[in-house]
């Protein structure tokens, strides 16, 4: 078996063990209860438990109650007892026949509150910045009167804080996920076939990316231009790249719960003397990103060195918000690489490198790389790009 598909070994339960210690020490320090999550980010983060059709369906929702002292309990619907026991760690349960529109599970959420040792008076939920809910926003407004007198304040803090640092075996499944696409990129100039589309591309990519080892491929944007894309966002389209265009492929492959995030540029026939400026002032902002990814440094220091490299390689002041962000159990994470992001950088962060350059109105080339810090810098978790930018003959 080809060693890109030998499976990982499992989380062991310790690993489990000292998430749930991680956030119990945030949880003191921002003076919570306990956290509850919903979401499968953060759900499997702390319990383990894995599914695919949870996340796929609204019908159904699942709860995860971390205490800061006490016992971690799962409130999950009945038909789902023999996937959890397989899956997580945790093995107390509480559980409700699902679907009940009526009551999802609020009435046993609202019990596990009211028992716990309670110091802060306050449980942490699922309401900051760059998270989101796994039941409805109704649910919500009435468990917040139902769980009095605790309040219901903000816990993002506490999770964004015990997700932004890997372990080994975390950064060994984004690496993963990185290797296979990178397997994949180098062998989609052989296999392209004239007249494909940026959808034929797409899907060539992500079914290549699974028989390589991926689990699913879920975001595979694939744009096509005449030097250049129009933005990061359309796409792909059942648009033709013919000579003279640039593609880029933005690739987030998931192995075993976490994500890749990474681009790769390719050329139909030898890319223009302005592609090959902007390309190569790319990679060298890139390598400036890299040698200011390190411990002690801001993720606002990274986006400074790489907006440097450009300007000076005289393409001025960046127009993007950011160059890269953490990477993770999503494929954006905190921190994010721009101006007035002072979160420093410490060993266990995974990060991607991306700067890009405006070549006009609605054109623009990005370039990215996915990195874990060290103890004395950083480590590429993709193979770096070639400095010369990729070309599929015509």
Same mark, same amino acid.
């Given at each position: 078996?080809?060693? =890109?598909?030998?499976?990982?070994?499992?989380?062991?339960?310790?690993?489990?063990?000292?998430?749930?210690?991680?956030?119990?020490?945030? *949880?003191?320090?921002? #003076?919570?209860?306990?956290?509850?999550?919903?979401?499968?980010?953060?759900?499997?983060?702390? =319990?383990?438990?894995?599914s695919q059709l949870p996340w796929l369906t609204p019908a159904r929702p699942w709860y995860f109650l971390l205490p800061r002292v006490g016992r971690p309990v799962g409130i999950i619907p009945d038909s789902g007892v023999d996937a959890w026991r397989a899956t997580s760690w945790v093995t107390e349960l509480r559980t409700w026949r699902s679907p009940n529109p009526e009551n999802e599970g609020l009435d046993l959420i609202a019990a596990a509150i009211g028992s716990l040792k309670v110091r802060y008076g306050r449980v942490g939920f699922e309401l900051g910045p760059e998270t989101r809910l796994g039941f409805p926003v109704a649910d919500l407004l009435r468990l917040k009167d139902m769980i009095r007198p605790a309040e219901m304040v903000d816990g993002s803090g506490v999770l964004?804080?015990?997700?932004?640092? &890997?372990?080994?075996?975390?950064?060994?499944?984004?690496?993963?996920?990185?290797?296979?696409? +990178?397997?994949?990129?180098?062998?989609?100039?052989?296999?392209?076939?004239? /007249?494909? =589309?940026?959808?034929?591309?797409?899907?060539?990519?992500?079914?290549?990316?699974?028989?390589?080892?991926? %689990?699913?491929?879920?975001? *595979?944007?694939?744009?096509?231009?005449?030097?250049?894309?129009?933005?990061?966002?359309?796409?792909?389209?059942?648009?033709?790249? &013919?000579?003279?265009?640039?593609?880029?492929?933005?690739?987030? +492959?998931?192995?075993?719960?976490?994500?890749? %995030?990474?681009? #790769?540029?390719?050329?139909? /026939?030898?890319?223009? %003397?302005?592609?090959?400026?902007?390309? $190569?002032?790319?990679?060298? @902002?890139?390598?400036?990103?890299?040698?200011? @990814?390190?411990?002690?440094?801001?993720?606002?220091?990274?986006?400074?060195?790489?907006? &440097?490299?450009?300007?000076?390689?005289?393409?001025?002041?960046?127009? *993007?918000?950011?160059?890269?962000? /953490?990477?993770? #159990?999503?494929?954006?994470?905190?921190?994010?690489? &721009?101006?007035?992001?002072?979160?420093?950088?410490?060993?266990? *962060?995974?990060?991607?490198?991306?700067?890009?350059?405006?070549? /006009?109105? $609605?054109?623009?080339?990005?370039?990215?790389?996915?990195? @874990?810090?060290?103890?004395?810098? +950083?480590?590429?978790?993709?193979?770096?790009?070639?400095?010369?930018?990729?070309?599929?003959?015509?």
């Amino acid at each position: 078996m080809p060693a =890109s598909r030998r499976e990982l070994p499992r989380f062991s339960r310790a690993e489990f063990e000292a998430r749930a210690e991680c956030a119990r020490r945030l *949880m003191t320090k921002s #003076r919570l209860d306990a956290v509850l999550v919903s979401t499968e980010a953060n759900l499997g983060y702390l =319990s383990g438990f894995t599914s695919q059709l949870p996340w796929l369906t609204p019908a159904r929702p699942w709860y995860f109650l971390l205490p800061r002292v006490g016992r971690p309990v799962g409130i999950i619907p009945d038909s789902g007892v023999d996937a959890w026991r397989a899956t997580s760690w945790v093995t107390e349960l509480r559980t409700w026949r699902s679907p009940n529109p009526e009551n999802e599970g609020l009435d046993l959420i609202a019990a596990a509150i009211g028992s716990l040792k309670v110091r802060y008076g306050r449980v942490g939920f699922e309401l900051g910045p760059e998270t989101r809910l796994g039941f409805p926003v109704a649910d919500l407004l009435r468990l917040k009167d139902m769980i009095r007198p605790a309040e219901m304040v903000d816990g993002s803090g506490v999770l964004r804080a015990a997700r932004m640092i &890997k372990s080994p075996a975390e950064i060994a499944r984004i690496r993963r996920a990185a290797r296979i696409a +990178c397997d994949a990129f180098d062998a989609l100039p052989d296999a392209f076939e004239k /007249g494909w =589309s940026e959808r034929d591309v797409m899907r060539w990519m992500q079914a290549e990316t699974l028989l390589r080892g991926a %689990d699913k491929a879920p975001f *595979m944007m694939v744009r096509s231009g005449a030097g250049a894309i129009s933005s990061l966002y359309l796409g792909p389209t059942g648009r033709r790249p &013919k000579r003279g265009d640039v593609m880029l492929i933005d690739a987030g +492959c998931v192995y075993d719960g976490y994500s890749c %995030d990474f681009d #790769r540029l390719f050329s139909f /026939g030898p890319p223009t %003397d302005e592609v090959k400026r902007a390309h $190569e002032a790319l990679w060298r @902002a890139t390598e400036a990103g890299l040698a200011a @990814a390190r411990p002690g440094n801001t993720a606002e220091a990274v986006f400074l060195a790489q907006a &440097k490299a450009l300007e000076e390689a005289g393409w001025g002041r960046p127009k *993007m918000g950011r160059f890269g962000h /953490g990477l993770g #159990r999503i494929i954006t994470e905190p921190p994010s690489n &721009k101006l007035g992001d002072k979160t420093k950088l410490r060993p266990g *962060m995974v990060l991607t490198i991306e700067p890009g350059v405006s070549l /006009g109105p $609605e054109r623009m080339l990005v370039h990215e790389e996915n990195i @874990a810090i060290t103890e004395d810098g +950083c480590r590429l978790l993709t193979r770096r790009a070639r400095r010369r930018m990729a070309e599929i003959e015509t």
